[in-house]
T-cell receptor, first 113, second 111 residues
């Protein structure tokens, strides 16, 4: 039982390049989330998906797009990476939008040069 | 969601109880108190949550004051592996979508 799996774990990009962070959960959860964490700061919500087929903006959505591919998978895309997007990205899932605790992946460390 | 205030850092001797305070003076009646911790930049880990009553599980105890304006997370016998950043979060069961993590308390367990 892997829980929440994120790939890649590390990535270095040049300004303007694009990339997609992948997230998959095997807990049959309906809700999934993407957070970013900058040094010395707490986590900030980028986007979330309450259920398959729906996505909504969180606190800091600018510069990102998401896709809820199916119930298991929720991807985060940077279309044109900027140095300000250098961060650690965490994917999380939850049984329902209003139920249960968040389960987090191990994080994806992204550096934009 | 109610804002929380936590001390930025605390120390605790190994084997002693660690008591981590959290103020949430603007909490409303339907807002839960959640605690998570993050060990060395790993993904945050759920610890415990409560609404009004004190709660206990295998990891910790949560003490919520009668007026619900503050709470304390208690790790009964702290170990070196409990060194982490602890986040106190207050969120409503109605909003559903957002946990605001803040900057938390960095707990260092000292041998």
């Amino acid at each position: 039982n892997a829980g929440v799996t994120q790939t890649p774990k590390f990535q270095v990009l040049k300004t303007g390049q694009s990339m997609t962070l992948q997230c998959a959960q095997d807990m049959n959860h309906n809700s999934m989330y993407w957070y970013r964490q900058d040094p010395g700061m707490g986590l900030r919500l980028i986007y979330y998906s309450a259920s398959e087929g729906t996505t909504d903006k969180g606190e800091v959505p600018n510069g990102y797009n998401v896709s809820r591919l199916n119930k298991r998978e929720f991807s985060l895309r940077l279309e044109s990476a900027a140095p300000s997007q250098t961060s650690v990205y965490f994917c999380a899932s939850r049984l329902e939008l209003n139920t249960g605790e968040l389960f987090f992946g191990e994080g994806s460390r992204l550096t934009v040069l | 969601d109610a804002k929380t205030t936590q001390p930025p850092s605390m120390d605790c001797a190994e084997g002693r109880a660690a008591n981590l305070p959290c103020n949430h003076s603007t909490i409303s009646g339907n807002e839960y108190v959640y605690w998570y911790r993050q060990i060395h930049s790993q993904g945050p880990q759920y610890i415990i949550h409560g609404l009004k009553n004190n709660e206990t599980n295998e990891m910790a105890s949560l003490i919520i004051t009668e007026d619900r304006k503050s709470s304390t997370l208690i790790l009964p016998h702290a170990t070196l592996r409990d060194t982490a950043v602890y986040y106190c979060i207050v969120r409503s069961s109605n909003t559903g979508n957002q946990f605001y993590f803040g900057t938390g308390t960095s707990l260092t367990v000292i041998p």
